[in-house]
């Protein structure tokens, strides 16, 4: 069954409930992803590792994610896209609950890889739901509302950790996610809007178009670039900020939530630029800000300090809103969730992994700081690129 056409598409008051519906289950999705790091600071004396084994712990998350994201099509094309997004749900929920079961660090890395797979599942088929649901009009609005679920989870995963451990240890968060998560994908599956169409399974053929077209090549730097300067920083900076700055583990996920707050805004500024001037401001808005704002967490201490890591983050969530629809304008639909998995894999391996590795390694060697300043000089490089890409919103979408 094709994907729906453009004319059986909703106008974006109408369709929101859906989309709000797979916003949350993207919340959960990627809660459970980030709820490592508030409390890495006591999984680190827990289990025993060093900052580069804390930074290995999210590089093996990646590439579970990573194989996910690949596997996503396989599942999709079975299931539809709307059930791969509830059992992407579910699976993630059962995952979520073995995480507490780890009594060593290798058992970590176990269970944190499995969740990693489950986790990866979701993004082509939940892109491909929200973009049955609306017009393409709509869709920098739309994609906006599904943003907002990673920036609310950022939120969420300090205040949620700091809650559980005025009673509970770092294991307590995992189980109540688990069981959240397993119901919602039950829910969604019954109830669940959208994506009423089967995914594709690449052939050498589709695989080869797709990696041979520039543009591709192009929003998998961007889109590494952005989930690195989003996920990266945020993974080290409790242990940056405790170790480096002196700040009490309380205080420094107090900051994190409140930086991830401030944040919660910048997906809607990033889907009205998107709408209004393409999507090449917004990316080119996020690629400037964010590389300045990396620079400054490195370079920066006391008050100044602060600042940055309140402002960090709110640059680096202006990417995905208009990272997507740029990959909406520049591919025809029975490419773009193909293509969201063979980039997918790339992002989560650097975005996830790799950043984050390199940050502890870093902080070992006692240079946590100018890991965040390579990283931010690595964004502001990037914008002579830009231009390689389309203006406008323009291109074949349908």
């Not at 809660?31 to 590792?49: I, K, T, W």
């Not at 178009?209 to 993974?235: H, K, M, N």
């Not at 080290?236 to 805004?265: K, Q, T, W």
């Not at 800000?289 to 490195?298: D, F, I, R, V």
Request: hydrophobic residues 55%; positive net charge.
């Amino acid at each position: 069954m094709p994907a729906p056409s453009s004319d059986t598409r909703g106008p974006f008051r109408a369709a929101l409930p859906a989309v709000l519906f797979v916003a949350v289950i993207f919340f959960l999705n990627f809660l459970s992803r980030v709820s490592l790091a508030p409390v890495m600071p006591l999984v680190q004396v827990d289990l025993g590792f060093a900052h580069t084994g804390a930074g290995v712990v999210f590089m093996v998350h990646g590439a579970g994610n990573a194989l996910g994201l690949l596997l996503c099509g396989f599942l999709s094309r079975a299931a539809t896209h709307r059930r791969t997004v509830g059992i992407s749900s579910l699976l993630v929920g059962v995952a979520a609950l073995a995480v507490p079961l780890a009594g060593t660090y290798a058992w970590l890395l176990v269970a944190v890889f499995v969740l990693g797979v489950c986790v990866g599942l979701y993004l082509p088929s939940g892109i491909a739901v929200i973009f049955s649901l609306i017009r393409k009009e709509d869709w920098g609005k739309a994609m906006a509302v599904h943003e907002l679920a990673p920036n609310l989870a950022y939120v969420a995963a300090p205040l949620l950790a700091e809650a559980l451990l005025l009673r509970y240890d770092w294991r307590a968060a995992f189980v109540l996610l688990g069981v959240a998560q397993v119901v919602l994908g039950l829910w969604f599956i019954r109830s669940g809007r959208g994506g009423d169409f089967p995914g594709v399974v690449p052939g050498p053929d589709m695989i080869m178009t797709i990696l041979r077209r520039p543009e591709f090549w192009l929003l998998v730097l961007f889109f590494s670039l952005g989930v690195g300067a989003s996920v990266g920083p945020y993974a080290m900076l409790p242990l940056y900020l405790v170790d480096v700055h002196g700040f009490e583990r309380e205080a420094a996920n107090r900051l994190l939530a409140i930086s991830r707050m401030l944040a919660c805004s910048s997906p809607f500024v990033a889907g009205w630029i998107t709408d209004r001037w393409g999507p090449r401001p917004a990316i080119l808005l996020c690629l400037l800000l964010s590389g300045c704002g990396l620079l400054a967490l490195g370079l920066c201490s006391g008050q100044a300090l602060v600042a940055a890591t309140l402002f960090q983050p709110v640059a680096s969530v202006l990417m995905f809103a208009p990272g997507f629809t740029m990959l909406s304008t520049v591919f025809p639909p029975e490419h773009r969730s193909v293509a969201v998995a063979l980039m997918g894999p790339v992002n989560a391996l650097i975005g996830l992994g790799v950043v984050p590795t390199f940050l502890g390694a870093m902080g070992d060697a006692g240079f946590f700081q100018y890991g965040f300043a390579v990283q931010g000089g690595l964004l502001l490089w990037s914008m002579a690129l830009l231009r390689r890409l389309p203006a406008g919103t323009g291109g074949r979408v349908d």
